[in-house]
């Protein structure tokens, strides 16, 4: 059972990310904060949960919800200032636009830029722990993947709608075939011969 906040003298809340670990896209990130008695059974890390149940999810939290956000930075920026940068400053901009301001941070993970002079705390694993990183981690999640599947109408042979933007075989497979576009990561070195590489390795190619 998820824990419902971490301290109890500071408005809370819970932040977390999607997409860092993508090879085309932007990364999302959430900030949740939650009344103190939030209770869903189905809640837990969006890594745990269907696509379905985070959908499910979805609109509970952002009702029940004292205040959320989701943000986005682009690829474009995270291959300028990198993606860990990117991620913090998703993240930031998601406090930003708040509509209550807390005073405690609770962040997934284990590195975190400070937001002004609001108290933080890195939690490895939060989302799995604190329901108010859980809840964040649902909304980073399902806002990237509609967006990803926007983008799938604009670029159908990566087929983003399914992979997201993840580097799965069937990705792989089709950037070896077509080659890069516009919102992949230019950053994250990604380059056919690379590609052909692992696939012979993995005995994809004879």
């Excluded at 636009?97 to 002079?117: A, E, M, S």
């Excluded at 809840?135 to 980073?140: G, N, Y």
């Excluded at 670029?155 to 497979?173: A, D, Q, V």
Aim: aromatic share 12%; hydrophobic share 40%; net charge neutral.
């Amino acid at each position: 059972m998820l824990l419902p906040f971490y301290q109890k003298r500071y408005l809370e809340a819970g932040c977390d990310e999607a997409g860092r670990g993508c090879y085309a896209g932007p990364v999302f990130a959430a900030a949740v904060v939650l009344p103190r008695d939030f209770y869903h059974p189905l809640l837990n890390d969006s890594k745990q949960i269907s696509e379905a149940v985070r959908y499910e999810l979805r609109p509970v939290i952002e009702k029940e919800a004292v205040c959320y956000s989701v943000a986005m930075v682009c690829n474009e920026e995270i291959d300028k200032i990198n993606i860990l940068r990117a991620s913090f400053k998703a993240m930031h901009l998601a406090l930003d636009n708040l509509r209550r301001k807390p005073k405690y941070l609770l962040i997934d993970g284990n590195r975190f830029t400070p937001y002004n002079d609001v108290r933080h705390k890195c939690i490895i694993k939060g989302d799995g722990l604190y329901s108010s990183i859980a809840a964040a981690s649902v909304l980073a999640k399902t806002y990237r993947d509609d967006f990803m599947k926007s983008l799938h109408n604009e670029f159908p042979l990566y087929n983003w709608s399914s992979n997201k933007g993840y580097g799965t075989e069937e990705h792989r497979l089709a950037i070896q075939a077509h080659g890069l576009c516009k919102y992949h990561r230019m950053s994250f070195n990604i380059n056919t011969h690379q590609l052909s590489l692992d696939f012979e390795e993995e005995g994809i190619l004879m």
